[in-house]
């Protein structure tokens, strides 16, 4: 499974980005799908996931609670995450991966104060 995340950049705080990262080489549908995402000089920390297409449950770190949206589009196979008042400690690398197994490159997300 080759997983290839985009949608990163610079923003201001409260404002929004949108990040993408699009699957091939595998069953898409049948995979969980997860955010993660990691700060300088701090630990990688689990973001979002969203479970399989058969059930579709979701979970979200404390800290984005009420700002983030996981999604996905199987027939695109792709997995999104929305991102809304964005804080400047939201600033990390953020990867996406596919049942914690498979991992996709970084895209940075960076937020101004």
């Known amino acids: 499974v080759q997983l290839q995340a985009s949608g990163g950049g610079l923003v201001q705080a409260g404002g929004s980005l949108r990040l993408s990262c699009a699957a091939s080489g595998g069953t898409f549908s049948r995979y969980s799908m997860g955010w993660f995402r990691q700060a300088p000089g701090k630990e990688r920390e689990r973001v979002a996931a969203i479970s399989w297409s058969g059930d579709g449950s979701t979970y979200y770190a404390d800290s984005v609670k009420g700002r983030f949206t996981i999604s996905r589009d199987d027939a695109k196979e792709t997995v999104y995450l929305q991102m809304n008042s964005l804080k400047p400690e939201d600033t990390a690398v953020y990867f996406c991966?596919?049942?914690?197994?498979?991992w996709g490159k970084g895209t940075q997300v960076t937020v101004s104060s």
């Open positions: 991966t596919s049942s914690m197994r498979y």
